[in-house]
């Protein structure tokens, strides 16, 4: 049975840091497999953060996150975490890791993540929340 399990998540002050994981479980391999994190405020839509390639060689920050946030990924581990610094009220959400097979080119992954309609397998979301 496939599963992804968020964890690391909680309170933190304004300009602390939290680092999420994603761990992967059931499946044969996470070779062919891109990891999306997305989050979901109260009364907002699911919407993207971050992404990393099937090998780890290609990432992608939403705009409101570059600069702040890291994705990276343990492929023994079958992990990939979001480190999150210099936390933001507006970072408070519900956050959760996906995947998505990767077909995806090196000039794509430029530009942005999988489309959301393309990840298959969604964790059960950790609570973020950044407030004093």
């Known amino acids: 049975q496939v599963q992804l399990m968020e964890s690391g998540g909680g309170l933190v002050q304004p300009g602390g840091s939290l680092r999420l994981s994603c761990v992967a479980s059931g499946f044969t391999t996470l070779h062919y497999y891109a990891i999306g994190w997305f989050r979901q405020a109260p009364g907002k839509v699911r919407e993207g953060v971050s992404c990393?390639?099937?090998?780890?060689?290609?990432?992608y920050y939403e705009n409101s996150v570059k600069g702040r946030f890291t994705i990276s990924r343990d492929s023994a581990k079958n992990t990939v975490y979001l480190q999150m610094d210099s936390l933001k009220p507006e970072d408070t959400a519900v956050y959760y890791c996906?995947?998505?097979?990767?077909?995806?080119?090196?000039?794509?992954?430029?530009?942005?993540?999988?489309?959301?309609?393309?990840?298959?397998?969604w964790g059960q979301g950790i609570q973020v929340t950044v407030s004093s």
């Open positions: 990393i390639s099937s090998d780890g060689s290609n990432a």
């Open positions: 996906g995947t998505s097979r990767d077909y995806y080119s090196d000039s794509y992954w430029r530009v942005g993540c999988p489309p959301r309609t393309e990840y298959d397998h």
